[in-house]
C-alpha cells in the first residue's frame, strides 16, 4: 500500500489570503488527485495532477483557483487562492497504485476553515 | 458520464447482527472499478471492499460483502456481525482503472451496544 500524507493537517485562515497543501506519498505513483469534500458531503474531485504538465480540472474549477504543482511522481500541491468562506472544505489528497493492483489510497485530509 | 447513488442517508444496525448498504451507479464506462470506503471522524478515507466489473464473482473480504448486479448496476455492501468498529460513513465510489472516482452521497452507520 502507499502512506500518503498530507501538510497541513487543519488550518484557520483570513478570506482573501491562500493556503497551500502538500501531498508527499512514500513510493513513486503515476496517477494523483485532489478531492473537496465540503461539511456534510461526499467528495468532489478537483483535479488530476500530471507529473511535468498543467493539471486536468473538473467541471467547476479553475486553475486560477486551485493551482496545482507536481515537480515528481511522489509529491504535489495544492493552492487554495483568495479564499472565502465556501471554501472550507476538507481536501483531500489520493493516489493510485499500480503496485497494488490499481487501488486508491487517500491521505488523512487537511481542514480548512476560512473566517 | 458517472454518477453513483446512494439511497440511504442512515442507517443503523444492532452489534453482531448485519446490515446492507445499497448503492446504484451509473457509467458509460465497458471497464471500470466499483469501491466502498469508510470514512469514521478521524476523516480517513478506509478501502473497505472493490470489485472489478469484468468479474462476475462478488467480492468478499472478511466480514464484508458485496452483491454485485452488472445488469442492474447495482453494487450493495452487507456487513456481517457488525462491531463497534464499523460505525462510519460510508462511501460507494465508481471509476474507471487508473483515474478519476465519483463519489455517492454516503450512507452513515451507527452500530448500537
Known amino acids: 500500500s502507499a502512506v500518503i500524507s498530507q501538510k497541513p493537517s487543519r488550518d484557520i485562515c483570513q478570506r482573501g489570503t491562500s493556503l497551500t497543501i502538500q501531498c508527499q506519498v512514500d513510493?513513486?505513483?503515476?496517477?494523483m488527485f485532489w478531492y473537496r469534500q465540503q461539511p456534510g458531503q461526499s467528495l468532489t474531485l478537483i483535479a488530476t495532477a500530471n507529473q511535468g504538465s498543467e493539471a486536468t480540472y473538473e467541471s467547476g474549477f479553475v486553475i486560477d483557483k486551485f493551482p496545482i504543482s507536481r515537480p515528481n511522481l511522489t509529491f504535489s500541491t495544492l493552492t487554495v487562492s483568495n479564499m472565502s468562506p465556501e471554501d472550507s472544505s476538507i481536501y483531500l489528497c489520493?493516489?493510485?497504485?499500480?503496485?497494488?493492483?490499481?487501488?486508491?489510497?487517500f491521505g488523512p485530509g487537511t481542514r480548512l476553515t476560512v473566517l | 458520464a458517472q454518477t453513483v447513488t446512494q439511497s440511504q442517508p442512515e442507517m443503523s444496525v444492532q452489534e453482531a447482527e448485519t446490515v446492507t448498504l445499497s448503492c446504484t451507479y451509473d457509467t458509460s464506462e465497458s471497464d471500470y472499478y466499483l469501491f466502498w470506503y469508510k470514512q469514521p471522524p478521524s476523516r480517513q478515507m478506509i478501502l473497505v471492499i472493490r470489485?472489478?466489473?469484468?468479474?462476475?464473482q462478488n467480492a468478499t473480504e472478511n466480514r464484508f460483502s458485496v452483491n454485485f448486479q452488472k445488469a442492474a448496476k447495482s453494487f450493495s455492501l452487507k456487513i456481517s456481525d457488525s462491531q463497534l468498529g464499523d460505525a462510519a460513513m460510508y462511501f460507494c465510489a465508481s471509476g474507471p482503472s487508473g483515474s478519476r472516482l465519483t463519489f455517492g452521497e454516503g450512507t452513515q452507520l451507527t452500530v448500537n451496544p
Open positions: 513510493s513513486q505513483v503515476t496517477m
Open positions: 489520493s493516489v493510485e497504485s499500480r503496485l497494488a493492483d490499481n487501488e486508491q489510497f
Open positions: 470489485q472489478e466489473a469484468y468479474k462476475q
